[in-house]
């Protein structure tokens, strides 16, 4: 699915600023573990944010 402007504002606008600060790294192909090591957070944590991601940007997608 391609996501139109308003669909990423949407996405952004939900995210908190640590979700914002994993998911570009998430993006990028970086495992949980080593972004952990980059933001300084636990392996869980990390893993726990991309599945609150993953949940935001669902719920929108279904709204949509």
Do not use: C, F, W
Request: aromatic fraction near 4%.
């Amino acid at each position: 699915q391609v996501l139109n402007e308003e669909t990423i504002r949407l996405i952004q606008e939900k995210l908190s600023p640590y979700e914002k600060q994993i998911l570009p790294l998430y993006l990028d192909g970086k495992p949980p573990r080593e972004i952990a090591g980059m933001v300084g957070h636990t392996e869980k944590s990390v893993s726990n944010g991309i599945y609150r991601i993953k949940s935001k940007i669902r719920k929108i997608l279904e709204r949509n």
